[in-house]
Every structure is written in structure tokens, then in C-alpha cells.
């Protein structure tokens, strides 16, 4: 018998706990990849003075209290219109609107 070949082993293509815990694991490596992209870009930007924080303003969320920014186009294209800065983040938004939409198809 060869010492590579057990009877009792379990290839790992053939295991889905396995493909999943994997599938986990490479997944989060890419995150961890973009997130390093993104910190590079902005460390970029930094130092070639084109990133500074008259770009965009921080606003926080009156629903998870998380802090998302408002960019000076977005403020401009808001204020040309008349409207106000947002309260609430984009997640925030989507999802009052979903509750909305629900919201209405259930009362008569």
C-alpha cells in the first residue's frame, strides 16, 4: 500500500465543509487585498496633494452612526438643486426604502 493513498482519507475536492472553509479563506484574502490597494491609491494621492479633505466632508449616519462622506460634487449637485445633505449613509437609505416599498404593498 502506498504511504500516500490512505483508505480513511477524504480528498479534499470531495469535502464540502472543506471547499467552503476555503472558499472563506480566499475570499477574505482578497478583501485584505483591496483594502491594501485602496490604502495605497490613497497614500498616492496624499503625497501628490491631490487628496485633502476640502474633497469631501464627513457626515454621520442619524441611523447606525457610522461616518460616510459627502463629496464636494455630490454637495454642489445637491445644493443646485435646492436639497439638503443626507442624514443617513447609502446602506441606510436602501434599506428605508425597501421598508418603504414593503410598507406599502401590505396596507391597503
Known amino acids: 500500500m502506498d504511504s500516500n493513498q490512505d483508505e480513511g482519507s477524504v480528498s479534499p475536492a470531495s469535502n464540502p ?3 467552503k472553509e476555503a472558499f472563506r479563506i480566499r ?3 482578497w478583501r485584505q487585498m483591496v483594502k491594501a490597494a485602496q490604502m495605497l491609491r ?3 494621492a496624499l503625497e501628490q496633494g491631490l487628496f485633502s479633505t476640502t ?3 464627513v457626515l454621520k449616519c442619524c441611523s447606525c452612526y457610522t461616518a460616510f462622506p459627502l463629496w464636494a460634487s455630490e454637495a454642489g449637485w ?4 435646492g436639497m439638503t445633505p443626507p442624514r443617513r449613509c447609502r ?3 436602501a ?3 425597501l421598508r418603504r416599498k414593503t ?3 401590505v396596507t391597503p
Not at 445637491?78 to 438643486?81: E, F, I, M, Y
Open 17 to 19: 465543509a472543506l471547499l
Open 91 to 93: 446602506d441606510c437609505r
Open 103 to 105: 410598507d406599502a404593498r
Open 55 to 57: 474633497h469631501y466632508e
Open 78 to 81: 445637491l445644493s443646485a438643486r
Open 95 to 97: 434599506l428605508r426604502r
Open 27 to 29: 475570499q477574505a484574502a
Open 42 to 44: 490613497d497614500a498616492e
